[in-house]
């Protein structure tokens, strides 16, 4: 079983940074690649950032240049460094670890972490 947990969200003003972390702990394979998805009210979840275990990254476009991923696969952990937020950033972030076993991917989420930005 896999536990996923994320912190660092907050309320923050236009133009301010914040920090989310990601811990995967459990029964880990292989993790194949962990990522960063958020949700707005009435909207889809989509993906913002992606981490792989080859260490390519992959970013959606309305935040290339102000968010970055990072991580430190030994200890299966996954940051979002987000800087220049901007109202349309608020949503609930999710954390995803996608693991590999044998030749199947599970994906696991964590609860989410609330990002608020307000002027």
């Known amino acids: 079983q896999v536990q996923v947990v994320e912190s660092g969200g907050g309320l923050v003003q236009p133009g301010g940074s914040l920090r989310l972390s990601c811990a995967a702990s459990?029964?880990?394979?292989?993790?194949?690649?962990m990522g960063w998805y958020r949700q707005a009210p009435g909207k889809e979840r989509e993906r913002v950032a992606l981490?792989?275990?080859?260490?390519?990254?992959a970013y959606a476009d309305s935040v290339k240049g102000r968010f970055t991923i990072s991580g430190d696969n030994a200890k299966n952990i996954v940051y979002l460094q987000m800087n220049n937020l901007k109202p349309e950033d608020t949503a609930v972030y999710y954390c995803?670890?996608?693991?590999?076993?044998?030749?199947?991917?599970?994906?696991?989420w964590g609860q989410g972490t609330q990002v608020t930005v307000f002027s």
């Open positions: 459990g029964t880990l394979i292989v993790i194949n690649a």
């Open positions: 995803n670890v996608d693991v590999l076993v044998g030749s199947t991917v599970y994906r696991h």
């Open positions: 981490n792989t275990r080859d260490g390519s990254t």
